[in-house]
């Protein structure tokens, strides 16, 4: 696709279920990164992929998270007994192999706990 | 964690004027970034400067970097009502596989 897709947009689910949100890359842009974004902040950082392998995930802020990227391309970030505290928008972003330069961003998936 | 502190944390203006934000960071650079983003939706950049530029314009935006004071700001001149978004600045270290650290943001407001 042209740009970094992302699905669902939005996602309302209830506290102690699990959740997987989508993240289709730029073709051909072998890093990928999840951020969490809540109201009023900035995106803080879960975790990195280059190529299949994640190169840094210290910012899974616990063991109820993880993701994937089987392929190298598409990933898919997965939540466990989700809670309300996970309630943000998840934001991907992809770049080049190069690991300067611009990220390019999906719009997003809305996730809310209730 | 974020490094990146955007300065003011809301900025509101009449249309046509200049819009001046600023980001504050703590580590040493290989660039910083500045991006924009509307309500609900993703980041889209803006302007990348590395560390070795001063000053770098890309149509009405201007962006300064002064490594000794570990500082940059975002000029928008001619402000108009779509430039109404927020603005973050975001970190780059260059070194290994190390992410972009995005500041908190400024809030822009331009009211024609």
């Known amino acids: 696709g042209a740009g970094v897709s992302q699905t669902p947009s939005n996602k309302v689910t209830e506290k102690g279920k699990y959740v997987e949100l989508r993240c289709d890359p730029i073709?051909?842009?072998?890093?990928l990164y999840w951020y969490r974004q809540s109201l009023g902040q900035g995106p803080e950082f879960l975790i990195y992929?280059?190529?299949?392998?994640?190169?840094?995930d210290s910012g899974l802020p616990n063991d109820r998270f993880f993701a994937v990227r089987p392929e190298g391309s598409v990933s898919t970030l997965k939540i466990q007994r989700t809670e309300r505290g996970d309630s943000a928008m998840y934001l991907c972003?992809?770049?080049?192999?190069?690991?300067?330069?611009?990220?390019?961003f999906g719009e997003g998936s809305r996730l809310t706990v209730l | 964690s974020q490094q990146g502190e955007e300065d003011p944390q809301a900025l509101s203006i009449q249309e046509g004027e200049n819009a001046t934000m600023n980001c504050s960071y703590k580590?040493?650079?290989?660039?910083l970034q500045w991006y924009r983003q509307n309500s609900g939706r993703g980041l889209v950049h803006l302007i990348l400067?590395?560390?070795?530029?001063r000053e770098k314009h890309s149509g009405r935006l201007r962006v300064t970097l002064d490594t000794s004071k570990k500082s940059s700001s975002l000029l928008i001149t001619a402000s108009r009502a779509a430039d109404t978004a927020s603005y973050f600045c975001?970190?780059?270290?260059?070194?290994?596989?190390?992410?972009?650290?995005f500041g908190k943001g400024t809030r822009l407001s331009v009211i024609a």
């Open positions: 972003a992809s770049r080049t192999s190069s690991n300067t330069g611009e990220l390019f």
């Open positions: 073709s051909g842009h072998t890093a």
């Open positions: 992929f280059q190529g299949t392998g994640a190169a840094d």
């Open positions: 580590t040493s650079i290989n660039n």
């Open positions: 400067i590395r560390s070795n530029e």
């Open positions: 975001a970190t780059d270290s260059g070194e290994g596989n190390t992410p972009l650290v």
